[in-house]
């Protein structure tokens, strides 16, 4: 069983276009999105709905959550352009799925609302890391970092997706490919990081023609660098901001 597992697509249909693309010519068996469909860029409307339509399952995200729930006023652009039936729609889903593959039980789930804060697989603490395999896991897969990575603990493999739409450290397409076997203990298991080039300078054309889009300039700045601008944001009550 081949699964592509993809995540925060965060309103980039440029992005996620050219994800479209790649997962066609790979035919993986299942398209899994661990969350953050909506937010940060100007297509929330149309990621959603191609979400839902390739997606076999959704994770929610603190995206989904934050404007599923209005949680923040100046998210009121993403409110209007999703509409009710979508917001709701948001919050259905589960923050988290547990499988077993290749004689492995794996935990997936997007990061935030799960964490209570966000963990970075590349410097946050061993002894944090570890938890998230709560005991049983051997596989502990999650995004919401918008940067891929893959480790080794104690407890087991710990990876993170990457972002399809707003890829940080390598500003392209990010997701992961997991294979292995439902029946089978003894067979192989396979983790692969990919990374896509898409035509960014689109992206950020999209994102120019939406005056009202909250945190516009951010967006593209994280857009052409590949590298984390919100930070530079003083206002907190602004957007979600992650």
Same mark, same amino acid.
């Given at each position: 069983m081949t699964i592509a597992l993809i995540a925060d697509l965060h309103g980039n249909m440029t992005a996620v276009s050219a994800l479209e693309r790649d997962l066609g010519r790979r035919g993986v068996n299942a398209v899994w999105c661990l969350g953050d469909l909506v937010g940060k860029g100007p297509s929330s409307d149309r990621t959603f709905d191609w979400a839902v339509a390739n997606c076999s399952l959704i994770l929610r995200g603190n995206w989904d959550e934050g404007i599923g729930k209005k949680l923040f006023p100046g998210d009121a652009f993403f409110y209007r352009q999703l509409g009710l039936q979508r917001m709701e729609k948001l919050l259905s889903f589960p923050l988290e799925h547990h499988l077993r593959l290749s004689g492995r039980d794996i935990r997936l789930f997007h990061g935030r609302p799960v964490m209570k804060e966000l963990l970075s697989p590349h410097i946050s603490p061993t002894e944090e890391l570890d938890a998230l395999f709560q005991d049983r896991?051997? /596989?502990?897969?999650?995004?919401?970092?918008?940067?891929?990575?893959?480790?080794?603990?104690?407890?087991?493999?710990?990876?993170?997706?990457?972002?399809?739409?707003?890829?940080?450290?390598?500003?392209? /397409?990010?997701?992961?490919?997991?294979?292995?076997?439902p029946k089978e203990d003894d067979a192989p298991f396979d983790l692969r990081m990919v990374t896509l080039p898409y035509d960014v300078e689109t992206a950020v054309q999209e994102a120019e023609q939406h005056p009202d889009l909250p945190n516009k300039d951010l967006f593209i700045r994280e857009l052409r660098t590949g590298r984390y601008a919100r930070g530079q944001k003083k206002d907190a009550e602004a957007s979600s901001a992650f």
């Open positions: 896991f051997q /596989v502990v897969g999650y995004a919401d970092t918008h940067r891929q990575a893959l480790r080794v603990l104690f407890p087991g493999v710990l990876f993170n997706t990457g972002s399809v739409g707003n890829g940080l450290g390598r500003n392209m /397409v990010q997701y992961a490919i997991m294979e292995g076997s």
